[in-house]
């Protein structure tokens, strides 16, 4: 059974960095033809992919984030981190982390396995 929890703070200031980590368990993160996603939903709003890092370690950014985004992994503990820096109240969201076949993750099926998700609120 492959289980995916994310990880990180509930609330972070604006112009704050906000980390958040996706600890994985029943697969390996280095297993191939996986893509290890974040997705975040605004209130109110549909999924928004953010980027992905593959089972090889490539990575992928959506146009609009790249500049604000990094997603790297630990091999050793099986688990992948999300990096945003400069957060704005816009940056409220519940975010996801996802394995897929395909990137970008814009829908719920084309992502076999998600997490629960994880409330992050931007604000002073």
């Known amino acids: 059974q492959v289980q995916l929890q994310e990880s990180g703070p509930g609330l972070v200031k604006p112009s704050q960095t906000l980390f958040l980590t996706c600890i994985v368990s029943?697969?390996?993160?280095?297993?191939?033809?996986?893509?290890w996603s974040w997705i975040r939903q605004p209130p109110g709003k549909g999924l928004e992919w953010m980027g992905s890092?593959?089972?090889?370690?490539?990575?992928y950014y959506s146009p609009p984030l790249k500049s604000r985004t990094s997603i790297s992994r630990d091999t050793s503990k099986n688990q992948f981190t999300l990096r945003l820096t400069s957060v704005t109240p816009e940056d409220t969201a519940v975010y996801y982390c996802?394995?897929?076949?395909?990137?970008?993750?814009?829908?719920?099926?084309?992502?076999?396995?998600w997490g629960q998700g994880t409330q992050v609120t931007v604000s002073s």
């Open positions: 890092i593959s089972y090889s370690g490539s990575t």
């Open positions: 029943g697969a390996s993160i280095t297993t191939e033809p996986y893509y």
């Open positions: 996802a394995r897929s076949r395909s990137v970008p993750v814009t829908t719920r099926p084309m992502g076999d396995y």
